[in-house]
Antibody, heavy 119, light 103 residues
């Protein structure tokens, strides 16, 4: 079955860029939307954005100026870059796949990776 | 931008009881709404999509209803593993969550 796995540094310094990659295994990355969602400790879920396998993106308006997503279909991976991070960006970051191309409901989720912003 | 409001914030119930969770949207979303369950240390799990369709493998005790701006997630008889936080979601917006804990 399809599985997602986040990877990247667990510690990022303030003002620097957070970079994460999600590797998709057990199936093709093609023809789906792939999202990044985060959750600060003890708080709710925040959708960051999503990317289609063509490279088309949708971003959360509140983060849009700092977010860049990309996809590498040859590696079955997609990535997140969040620039100018602050302590408020400390969270568990999840990658996820939508139910279908027309149903914006994240169905498959990675286990999550904790990113701490601190000097 | 659509805002989702969930109530109550916390629901204290005993196993075997019925749970009724509410999600209200700031404007009509038709039936385009989902519900998720999240347990500590785990990723969320999709329970219901399109307001009333159970995702694959979700037990029949979970049901969703509603359209427009008012939605309900019902757990007909709480099992021990159902005590968790539940979120509603509409596209890029999640509600703040309802915690269902043991009374």
């Amino acid at each position: 079955q399809v599985q997602l796995q986040e990877s990247g540094p667990g510690l990022v310094k303030p003002s620097e860029t957070l970079s994460l990659t999600c590797t998709v295994s057990g199936g093709s990355i093609s023809s789906y939307y792939w999202s990044w969602i985060r959750q600060p400790a003890g708080k709710g879920l925040e959708w960051i954005g999503r990317i289609y396998t063509s490279g088309s993106t949708n971003y959360n308006p509140s983060l849009k100026s700092r977010v860049t997503m990309s996809v590498d279909t040859s590696k079955n991976q997609f990535s997140l870059k969040l620039s100018s991070v602050t302590a408020a960006d400390t969270a568990v970051y999840y990658c996820a796949r939508d139910l279908t191309v027309s149903r914006f409901f994240p169905l498959l989720w990675g286990q999550g990776t904790t990113v701490t912003v601190s000097s | 931008e659509i805002v989702l409001t969930q109530s109550p914030a916390t629901l204290s119930l005993s196993p075997g009881e019925r749970a009724t969770l509410s999600c209200r949207a700031s404007q009509s979303v038709s039936s385009y709404l989902a519900w998720y369950q999240q347990k500590p240390g785990q990723a969320p799990r999709l329970l219901i999509y399109d307001a009333s369709n159970r995702a694959t493998g979700i037990p029949a005790r979970f049901s969703g209803s509603g359209s427009g701006t008012d939605f309900t997630l019902t757990i007909s008889s709480l099992e021990p593993e159902d005590f968790a936080v539940y979120y509603c979601q509409q596209r890029g917006t999640f509600g703040p969550g309802t915690k269902v804990d043991i009374k």
